[in-house]
């Protein structure tokens, strides 16, 4: 045996002379060393430093031995296994922080007999057990599979040393193959030392392949799972893998505290949400899937994200309000003017909430032209029932999950408008309006006019059912108020589910004080000017409501006042004004040349002139109506971008006068030799409606008789080819057209009286009517003498 290699400072003083038979024995805890096999043993107890050391001095062999329980520090005789393994020490190594470690070399296992008393450590003597001769085919048999198992083992196992593998390959003796790999194999100490014990070559190798073939087992179906979670494992997978990987290490550092308790202070919101026993059920239900996710798992979020839609929404039933009526008509007055029987309907409609508060209340639907005030009219609602306003814009709406929500089966699902405007006001007794309701529209993905039944029916959205929330939710508390322009565009079924609630455009007088009493003030604040540094008088509001607007609102009329108030404020700014009244003479400089003007007077200088009156979406407006005839053969040809029914108007029309020519004077031969050509000016805005027929047939009567319709009269109204004026819509806003162009006197369907108390008083007073039964009374009033 060479002399081994001790670290500088090993040696010390000798003991006293050891009995040379004996081998010095060094305990060891959990490690079993094996003949021919090179292993480092770390020493830590005295007893053993000392041993160790001594056998260095002396070049002596020591005897490693397993004791039987690692937990005992001062091992004695009885605590050790009887077989162990003699051993070269080839270095020992003090390192740089203290300990002490051996580099061992097993040479032959050991029985031992007996210990030596009396020395300073422990020592022992035995008998050396010769390893077997392999002889047999039962032996080599063995051998063989030993040799494909280790093999396989070590493709499977990752990262093995090339070392390793090149001296499995070299050894040729089965005992030592076997003791190769017990010694590298996961095994338990027990184990290894049953191997150690056993000498006989056929079941040592048998138990060796036997713990081989459990562990080969384990390592096949790890790579099997490897393979597969590889193959399937994309980016956002092995990214989840990595943040489970990092909960694990935060868990293990300590750090999973914060988790728990917002787990359990989500518990708790729940139990404080009130809501209904099924919804609770839910909750909870997702509550247990939320513990059981992996925080970094997508499904986590999706679940968190429900849970807190589900507390957020007001379940509680509310406090009942009491309305005040006193109170809501003073808020009606202040924030509108006119819209008398507006006011008055929704006054009745506040009184019947405040005796039966949990009635069936109707859907109201505010339909008129822009800017007469629908939507500040739901504010002013809510402000009287004292209940907060939310409003949902369906204008361009296409898709029905934006009324019913998204399943939560799509990443990035959420509610619908209506739950999520619930959710963000907070309360289950709001105002709700929902504005434009006419121009939604249908797509592929649904049509949400449909949808809306059940929001908008006060007998079933008290179990309304979103998608994201898959629960039923109680709508019935809710003020639903809609709006539109016209009611052409709306559902059947929608349009029977709503109270029709018409509003119509302003007069002149109207427009005047709202801009009075609203519109400069709320510029004023808009542009950073005082009322006692600006004035505009009446005189010059109205030169800008007649001359520089024509609408049904006051949206424009608010622009125009903005642009005069904003030239105020440059001057204001450069400090060339203190105070600015603004006149009717200031207007031309500030908003520039008048934009309209009174053409009806040139319009109806000559015979073949009519001026209509029609409704649009944006109020009423006067028409006007020329007919011309040339030579040729009675052909009837009509332009001006007119709709199927206006043409079939005007060719009854033309029809009524031929039928009547002898008593209207006019010489049918002269309609027979001629064309007519009948147009509406601005060909380039589509229009249609059977209420210009009465003026079509004044057209035609006043090109064929040579007489001029009177220039101050406007008319409307359907005929039938028996010269009957039939009634027509929109009387209201038709009259207040005319009056606002100038027209003082108008020509009515005489069925149309109904509407005469509709129009308001002002533009009553500034107006003739003339009833027309027959189309006789429409000539005898609209013509001019020949």
């Known amino acids: 045996m060479s002399p081994p290699d001790v670290s500088p400072g090993t040696p010390g003083q000798p003991l006293q002379s050891l009995p040379s038979d004996a081998f ?35 070049q002596r062999q020591i005897l490693i031995v397993l004791q039987r329980e690692a937990e005992k520090d001062d091992p004695k005789a009885d605590d050790l296994y009887r077989v162990g393994t003699v051993t070269n020490i080839v270095r020992y190594v003090t390192t740089p922080d203290g300990n002490h470690m051996v580099i061992c070399q097993g040479v032959q296992r050991f029985r031992i007999t007996e210990f030596v008393d009396g020395q300073p450590f422990l020592m022992a003597r035995g008998l050396h057990l010769a390893e077997p001769t392999p002889a047999g085919p039962e032996v080599e048999a063995r051998f063989l599979v030993l040799q494909g198992q280790v093999g396989e083992i070590l493709e499977l196992l990752p990262r093995v040393p090339p070392e390793l593998r090149q001296t499995v390959e070299a050894t040729s003796s089965p005992g030592m193959l076997a003791d190769l790999a017990i010694t590298y194999l996961d095994a338990t100490p027990a184990e290894k030392q049953d191997i150690l014990e056993t000498l006989d070559l056929v079941p040592r190798l048998d138990k060796v392949s036997k713990l081989l073939a459990r562990r080969l087992e384990v390592l096949r179906l790890s790579a099997e799972i490897g393979n597969k979670t590889r193959e399937s494992l994309d980016s956002r997978q092995r990214e989840v ?28 919101t729940i139990a404080a949400a009130k809501m209904p026993t099924e919804v609770e059920q839910v909750a909870k239900k997702e509550l247990r899937r939320l513990q059981r996710t992996p925080e970094a798992a997508a499904e986590y979020s999706m679940i968190r994200t429900y849970l807190d839609t589900l507390i957020e929404l007001p379940w509680a039933p509310p406090e009942p309000k009491d309305i005040d009526i006193a109170e809501a008509r003073r808020v009606l007055d202040a924030d509108h003017y006119g819209l008398e029987k507006i006011k008055k309907r929704i006054i009745e409609y506040l009184a019947v909430r405040k005796l039966a508060p949990d009635g069936k209340a109707p859907i109201l639907c505010f339909v008129g032209p822009p800017g007469v005030g629908k939507t500040s009219l739901g504010q002013s609602i809510a402000r009287a029932m004292g209940r907060k306003f939310t409003r949902i814009s369906l204008g361009g709406l296409h898709d029905e999950a934006e009324i019913r929500g998204h399943r939560r089966t799509y990443i990035g699902a959420m509610p619908g408008n209506v739950i999520q405007a619930i959710r963000k006001v907070g309360a289950r007794d709001c105002v709700m309006m929902l504005d434009e309701i006419d121009k939604m529209g249908t797509g592929m993905h649904g049509d949400p006019s449909a949808a809306l039944l059940e929001v908008l029916d006060p007998e079933q ?37 709503m109270e029709i609630i018409a509003l119509t455009g302003y007069t002149s007088g109207e427009k005047l004080e709202i801009a009075k009493r609203y519109l400069v003030r709320r510029q004023l604040e808009a542009n950073g000017l005082k009322a006692e540094q600006v004035e505009i008088d009446d005189a010059a509001l109205r030169g800008i409501i007649d001359s520089y607007t024509r609408e049904a609102g006051v949206r424009s009329l608010e622009r125009e006042i903005g642009r005069v108030l904003r030239s105020v404020a440059v001057e204001f700014a450069e400090g060339t004004a203190s105070k600015r009244h603004i006149g009717v003479a200031d207007l031309e400089k500030i908003l520039g040349p008048v934009r309209f003007e009174n053409e009806v007077a040139m319009r109806s200088s000559v015979p073949g002139v009519a001026t209509g009156l029609a409704w649009t979406p944006v109020g009423g407006d006067i028409l006007f109506i020329e007919a011309t005839r040339t030579p040729g053969s009675g052909r009837l040809q009509l332009t001006g971008q007119l709709g199927e029914v206006m043409r079939e108007s005007a060719q009854a029309a033309y029809s009524v006068v031929k039928n009547m020519a002898a008593s209207l004077k006019i010489d049918q031969s002269l309609i027979e030799k001629s064309d007519i050509h009948v147009h509406v000016p601005a060909g380039a805005t589509p229009k249609d409606g059977p209420s210009a027929g009465v003026a079509m047939f004044m057209a035609l009567t006043s ?60 533009v009553r007073n500034k107006l003739e009517f003339v009833w027309l039964e027959k189309v006789d009374d429409a000539v005898a009033a609209g013509l001019q003498p020949a």
Do not use: C, H, W
């Open 461 to 497: 959205n008290s179990t309304f059912r979103d998608n994201y929330l898959d629960v039923p939710f109680d709508l019935s508390r809710v003020v639903f108020i809609t709006t539109a322009n016209m009611l052409e565009t709306i559902q059947g079924p929608l349009r029977d589910r």
């Open 241 to 268: 893998l990595l943040r489970e990987q990092m909960a694990a290490i935060q868990k293990e550092l300590g750090d999973e505290g914060s988790n728990k308790q917002e787990l359990a202070d989500l518990e708790k």
């Open 703 to 762: 090109l064929f008789t040579g007489r001029v319709i009177r220039s101050d009269t406007a008319m409307t109204g359907e005929i039938s080819l028996r010269g009957l004026v039939l009634p027509v819509g929109g009387i209201k806003e038709k009259v207040v057209a005319a009056a606002a162009a100038g027209i003082t006197r108008v020509m009515l369907p005489a069925r149309n009286r109904r509407d005469y108390d509709d129009i308001p008083e002002e």
């Open 24 to 58: 010095i024995v060094v305990p060891v805890r959990n490690t079993v060393l094996f003949p021919e096999i090179v292993f480092p043993i770390t020493l830590g107890r005295p007893a053993t430093i000392a041993a160790a050391q001594q056998a260095v001095r002396e």
